[in-house]
């Protein structure tokens, strides 16, 4: 098959799974082309809920969805059926048999190994490889195949701890957890607007007017920030912020709220919706809190309580017991940006449940940047485009759990929310979210996307200085605040305050008073690389 007939096969598959949720065979069939395609990551997720519905064969008692499939009955049964039965769904179908579940159990749990290897989400293998090789002994192709993964898995062991492994001897957290997903425009993405066209540009600009009424959005030619110094330099067209006229120094020139914010405190005193301060209960307008059976939901007005009833809250409404058991009280402080950016995809599916609209066509998801790479099919593997942060846990796993927590079945929801919907909200966030840190132990602990400020780009000599507490804002920097510029000795001249019309709106990434080797490694994780800015470039004595 042709990658080309690769990539139909996979939609022609995807639009049955979708219509037969609950049937293992269509996921592992997915997941087998996603492999073909390069897409490992999409392939664990298809493995993983295979191998999660052929459970339900072995133990119905202990799994909440079970297999099934659909069957085409011929007409008269169906309408026998339809007068008594209970639900469409349970009318077409038949459980998943003991042998369908040996025939494909091997393959399932091959599948879901391999996969994992090559994402690199090494500790996820070894432990579904440990439970493979234990239910599979029997089988000794299979047993071949996870041998061959688990070599890998060792590998990784022992050049993390310097120790030779034996498979027995393993402590998986000494394993990454974490790997690596194409951050790539799916082909079949068929939400992303085209960025540059007119017509968002005059949607996005009619939008800035409200909130920043002297910016305007225009696309701009930025260079393409290489990880290593030898690759060629090349530019990307993309959007930046621009003055319509003149602006003073020290003038507030942009002001946004966005409900697209995650919090990993509990029991909060920040309101639910824009993460203000909650008033006091004396105060003239004190706090609402949620009606819905939410004890800790409390919103700083009665405006901000009705709109995130339309906004977010409608679908999560008395669900808060379940849901904030999830991705809040993270041990490692390594993790806590990553389960950020997890609640900030538990916020996405709120909206798009509570909105019934798809999370990708969101206001605040679709025109923002999503760094990615163009999708090559005639070679698909490419290891460059390996950018976007992916885990087992967060990308598959624990969004399960939300869904789950909202009531729904994750199964049924796939259409809406698939594991490559989520790759790209998670590649969106990450290039876009800001993060406030803790006050008590300086780690992250509210982020937040505001989808039009996210639009200025960065400099090391920025033109404004931003604060963010109920909303985010950009002020003009003063003449005082302008960046100083300095190598060995020398010293420029500071650039005056304020920005002259048609000037970009320059925002920083990073601290912009460290010296900038700092700085350009503080800001590379945003940029996707080594900062160019004039700055930069002068200070590293480039020019
Ligand atoms: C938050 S977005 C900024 C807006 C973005 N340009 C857009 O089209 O929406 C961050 C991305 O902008 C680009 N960017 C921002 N500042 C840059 C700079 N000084 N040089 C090169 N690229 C920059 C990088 O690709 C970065 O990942």
């Known amino acids: 098959m042709s990658a080309s007939q690769v990539l139909q096969a996979r939609n022609e598959v995807t639009a049955k799974l979708y219509a037969d949720p609950h049937n293992p065979h269509r996921h592992l069939e997915r997941g087998i082309l996603y492999e073909k395609l390069g897409f490992p990551d999409l392939a664990s997720a298809d493995a993983y809920r295979a191998l999660a519905l052929l459970e339900s064969v072995i133990d119905p008692d202990e799994c909440e969805f079970h297999a099934k499939r659909k069957v085409d009955l011929p007409k008269t049964e169906k309408e026998t059926n339809d007068s008594d039965s209970e639900s469409e769904e349970e009318d077409d179908t038949v459980p998943i048999t003991q042998e369908e579940y040996d025939a494909i159990i091997d393959k399932v749990y091959v599948l879901l190994v391999s996969s994992l290897v090559q994402c690199g989400c090494y500790r996820d293998a070894f432990e579904f490889g440990v439970r493979g090789l234990a239910l599979l002994k029997a089988n000794p192709s299979a047993v071949a195949l996870l041998d061959t993964q688990m070599e890998r898995v060792k590998e990784i062991y022992e050049s993390r701890t310097g120790s030779k492994a034996e498979l027995a001897s393993i402590n998986p957290r000494q394993l990454p957890g974490q790997g690596f997903a194409r951050r790539v425009l799916y082909p079949w993405n068929e939400h992303e607007p085209d960025r540059r066209s007119p017509e968002t540009l005059s949607m996005l600009n009619e939008r800035l007017s409200v909130i920043a009424p002297k910016c305007e959005v225009r696309a701009v030619s930025l260079p393409v920030l290489h990880a290593t110094a030898d690759d060629n330099m090349d530019v990307s067209i993309q959007l930046g912020l621009f003055a319509k006229e003149d602006i003073s120094p020290d003038e507030i020139i942009l002001r946004e709220s966005s409900l697209l914010t995650a919090t990993n405190r509990l029991h909060d005193d920040l309101c639910d919706a824009c993460n203000a301060p909650l008033p006091d209960l004396s105060a003239a307008e004190p706090p609402v809190a949620c009606e819905g059976g939410c004890v800790d939901i409390i919103f700083c007005s009665q405006a901000c309580h009705d709109t995130a009833q339309e906004v977010y809250h409608g679908a999560i409404c008395g669900l808060e017991d379940g849901l904030d058991s999830i991705g809040k009280d993270i041990a490692d402080p390594k993790d806590k940006a990553d389960y950020l950016y997890l609640l900030l995809v538990g916020r996405a599916l709120a909206m798009s449940a509570t909105q019934e609209k798809h999370a990708l066509d969101l206001p605040e998801v679709k025109y923002i940047w999503g760094d990615f790479h163009d999708?090559?099919?005639?070679?698909?593997?490419?290891?460059?485009?390996?950018?976007?942060?992916?885990?087992?846990?967060?990308?598959?796993?624990?969004?399960?759990?939300?869904?789950?927590?909202?009531?729904?079945?994750?199964?049924?929801?796939?259409?809406?929310?698939?594991?490559?919907?989520?790759?790209?909200?998670?590649?969106?966030?990450?290039?876009?979210?800001?993060?406030?840190?803790?006050?008590?132990?300086?780690?992250?602990?509210?982020?937040?996307?505001?989808?039009?400020?996210?639009?200025?780009?960065?400099?090391?000599?920025?033109?404004?200085?931003?604060?963010?507490?109920?909303?985010?804002?950009?002020?003009?920097?003063?003449?005082?605040?302008?960046?100083?510029?300095?190598?060995?000795?020398?010293?420029?001249?500071?650039?005056?305050?304020g920005i002259a019309k048609d000037q970009e709106i320059l925002n920083h990434y990073c601290d912009i008073a460290l010296p900038v080797v700092k700085r350009r490694e503080w800001a590379s994780g945003a940029l996707g690389g080594t900062c160019l800015c004039d700055r930069c470039v002068w200070e590293a004595g480039e020019v």
């Open 375 to 497: 999708y090559d099919l005639e070679s698909p593997r490419s290891s460059k485009e390996a950018t976007l942060p992916f885990s087992f846990q967060l990308n598959v796993l624990q969004p399960e759990r939300i869904l789950d927590e909202m009531g729904l079945d994750p199964y049924v929801e796939l259409h809406r929310f698939d594991t490559w919907v989520l790759n790209t909200l998670y590649a969106k966030f990450r290039g876009t979210a800001s993060g406030r840190l803790s006050t008590w132990d300086g780690g992250p602990e509210l982020c937040a996307v505001h989808p039009l400020w996210c639009l200025a780009n960065h400099s090391c000599d920025p033109n404004v200085t931003w604060e963010w507490s109920s909303e985010i804002n950009f002020r003009a920097r003063r003449d005082d605040e302008t960046a100083v510029w300095a190598r060995e000795g020398e010293v420029k001249d500071l650039r005056p305050g």
